[in-house]
């Protein structure tokens, strides 16, 4: 069963810096999965933005193109989020996700989540 840790979270003033960790654990060996970042502010529909393939290969949302960068590290299984130039909109909690086998900038077609982490933003 896959599991999935974020950490990284916190506040920051709007034009600011995160990088949000996630650590995966029980992938299927040689099973391929897509990897990726969705988040959910108050009162909002959870919204996938960003994602990446096994080959590296990575995707994002209009919302956050340009100001964030998906990747991975293999050999240690966690995946990565960093966020330049936040902005007040960006406030909400950030999951980690993953399915089987190829991505799509759609959350409810994923079958994994972490549970969370908080970013709040301030103008």
């Known amino acids: 069963q896959v599991q999935l840790m974020e950490s990284g979270g916190g506040s920051v003033q709007a034009g600011g810096s995160l990088r949000l960790s996630c650590s995966a654990t029980?992938?299927?060996?040689?099973?391929?999965?897509?990897m990726g970042w969705a988040r959910q502010a108050p009162g909002k529909s959870r919204e996938m933005i960003a994602t990446?393939?096994?080959?590296?290969?990575?995707a994002y949302a209009d919302s956050v193109k340009g100001r964030f960068t998906i990747s991975k590290d293999n050999a240690k299984n966690t995946l990565y989020l960093q966020m330049d130039n936040l902005k007040p909109e960006d406030t909400a909690i950030y999951y980690c996700?993953?399915?089987?086998?190829?991505?799509?900038?759609?959350?409810?077609?994923?079958?994994?989540w972490g549970q969370g982490t908080q970013v709040t933003v301030s103008s």
């Open positions: 990446i393939n096994k080959m590296g290969v990575t």
């Open positions: 029980g992938f299927t060996y040689n099973k391929i999965y897509c």
């Open positions: 996700a993953a399915r089987p086998p190829y991505c799509i900038l759609r959350s409810s077609d994923y079958t994994d």
